[in-house]
């Protein structure tokens, strides 16, 4: 093989293997999972505010009477994140209403009927997949 038969072939096999390591770059890239800002199940919440608190212990060096008090403070936030929430909801309740009923006036009576079943559909999906709201560490 000549110099410039060899030098052909290295260059066949380094733009093949450039093309290998670019494609499982960008496959992987493609199909790397994304970051959902979903909220916490409680018990996920519990364990995170579970390890919260130790790593303050560690970390930090909190006391017990610190973390007494933080402790109460994570109780207090709990809470008005609940009342937030329970406050805001009869206006996003409105709110699904409205939408609902201008949807409503689009739609043909068969296909109002279709957009029930398709609500109560959905409705159910994410009632399985709903979870509680954060209600801080």
């Given at each position: 093989m000549s110099r410039s038969?060899?030098?052909?072939f290295f260059s066949l096999v380094l733009v093949f293997a450039s093309g290998i390591a670019?494609?499982?770059?960008?496959?992987?890239l493609y199909t790397a999972k994304t970051v959902n800002a979903v909220t916490l199940p409680q018990a996920n919440a519990d364990k995170f505010r579970k390890e919260f608190v130790?790593?303050?212990?560690?970390?930090v060096g909190s006391t017990d009477d610190q973390v007494g008090r933080m402790n109460t403070v994570?109780?207090?936030?709990r809470l008005?994140?609940?009342?937030?929430?329970?406050?805001?909801?009869?206006d996003m309740d409105r709110i699904k209403t409205e939408q609902i009923e201008r949807i409503?006036?689009?739609?043909?009576?068969?296909?109002?009927?279709?957009?029930?079943?398709?609500?109560?559909?959905?409705?159910?999906?994410?009632?399985?997949?709903?979870?509680?709201?954060?209600?801080?560490?």
């Open positions: 038969q060899s030098s052909l670019v494609g499982t770059v960008g496959h992987y130790e790593d303050m212990r560690k970390r994570l109780d207090q936030t008005q994140y609940k009342q937030v929430r329970d406050k805001m909801k009869p409503n006036a689009i739609l043909s009576p068969e296909q109002q009927k279709l957009y029930q079943q398709l609500r109560a559909e959905r409705e159910e999906k994410s009632k399985q997949n709903r979870r509680p709201a954060p209600g801080g560490i």
